[in-house]
Structures are given as C-alpha cells and as structure tokens.
C-alpha cells in the first residue's frame, strides 16, 4: 500500500521465535565436541551482527551504542554472579519430585497467570507512552462503547492493532481489496471504520491503485458524516442523530462526546 505516511513494522511479533532460537542454541552449545563450537560461533556471529545493524539504525528507533555495552556488561555481571551462587545450576531428575511434563505445565501456566497482570491496561498504557498513535485511535478507545462491548475496528491500507483492546474481544481487520458498497455500510453498522484522509496529487497522472481503491471506498461513504474526524483519519461508525461529528483538538487529540 502506498500512502504517504510512515508505516511501522511487525518486527517485535518475532521475539517468541528470537526466544526459541537462543533456547535451542543454549541446548546445543551443552554438549561437549563440535557442537557446543559450532553453537557458540553461530551465536556470536549473530549477536555480532545484531549489534551492528542497531548501532547503525541508532536513536530513537533503538538505545544508543553506550546503552547496548551497559546492558550487556549488567547482563554478564548478572550470569557470573548467578553461576557463583549456583542458580545456574539445574537439578537432576532423580531429586525432582514432579515429573518433568508436570513441571513443565505447571511453570507455563505460572507464567500465563503473571502476563495476565500487565495485560490489564495496556492499551491505555500504550496510549500515554507513545506519540504515534493518532487521534482516530484515542478516540475509538476512548469511546464508551469500546470498552464494553466487543465492536469490530477495519481499516484502509493500516490498522492499530492494539484496538483489539486488554481483553482481545475486538476483531481488528483490514478492508477487503474489493469490499462491495453494501458490505462496507453493513460494516458501518456494526462497527467503525478508519478511513485515512489522503489526497491525490495534481502530479500524480495515475494515482497508486491503493488511493483509487481508497476513493472508490470513500465514494461509498460520501453520504455519511464520520463520527470523528481529524487532518490525518476519518472514523464512521452507527449513526448519530442530529450530531456533528468529533473533531480533534488542537493538540491533535480525539475530542468530542462519542
């Protein structure tokens, strides 16, 4: 999709994968003999690598050169006083009272429970702490419908996923590329729809197929009045009687009674 403000990345959705990797090279590097040499080269081949492509993308997208030495000096400080107080040292299974399966349950279900604990609130907490989100979104999870109910959120081109809400009872979705006038107010009906407020460029002599789809799909809208709307984003949602839609104030925040 090309529209004409930055997209951010998905990067973050890999850290599960990252974590997996770092546990089987750990396993790996156990054994005596080639493997352990073999595994401890791919791991500092790739923390090696790994540094240098985030010194290189810098502030404020990662910490500084100085902060990554400070945190790796902590973290070896952290592993050698572990390994001194024998913390590291894992206990045989002939001294483990539970079975290993039991134990393993039961440390993932001990781990599910304390994400439970920062998982309520997030998406208010992520909504002080970051200056990316835009007004459409505060004002969508601001609404009092949001929080009670479990209203579905589409988008053109890009969609907040955080909109899916502490609770993950809102469905968060991209627009069909060919979503038909009659399913796209059904839509509306149901739930909002974020429409970005782009223009197309006198220089432009054929517009990217993304903003046409975008026009035909704000022509579908054309006899509705947005519940919100600010310079950047347009939300349509059920029909308000008699009310102008929301405008954001001049800080760029969604403002308006929902």
Partial sequence: ??????????????????????LAVGLAARREGVPRWVAT????????????????LGFPFLPSALMLVVAAALGALAGLAAGRAGLLT????????????????????????LLAVPADGYLQRHLRVTA????????IAAHPAFGEGSQPVWGVGTVDGSL?????R????????????????????????????????PALRAPPASLRRQA???????????????????????????????????????????
């Avoid at 791919?42 to 290189?56: K, S």
């Avoid at 001294?95 to 440390?107: K, N």
């Fill in 132 to 139: 990316f989100a835009p007004g459409a979104v505060r004002w």
């Fill in 216 to 258: 035909r799909l704000r022509a579908c809208l054309s006899r509705l009045a947005p519940v919100y709307e600010d310079p950047v984003y347009q939300v349509y949602g059920p029909p308000r009687k008699a009310r102008r839609p929301a405008r954001a104030k001049p800080r760029g925040r969604g403002a308006g009674s929902p």
């Fill in 170 to 201: 809102h469905e968060v979705a991209l627009l069909p590329r060919r979503e038909p006038c009659p399913a796209l107010l059904a839509r509306v009906r149901q739930g909002w729809v974020v429409m970005p407020r782009l223009k197309i460029r």
């Fill in 90 to 113: 894992l206990p045989r299974p002939a001294t483990l009272r539970l079975p290993r399966s039991a134990l393993t349950v039961l440390v993932a279900a001990g781990a599910g429970a």
């Fill in 1 to 22: 999709e090309a529209f004409d403000f930055p997209a951010t990345n998905a990067v973050r959705y890999l850290l599960p994968s990252l974590a997996a990797a770092v």
């Fill in 164 to 168: 899916v809400g502490d609770r993950l």
């Fill in 41 to 56: 080269a791919l791991l500092a081949a790739a923390v090696g690598w790994n540094v240098e492509r985030d010194v290189a």
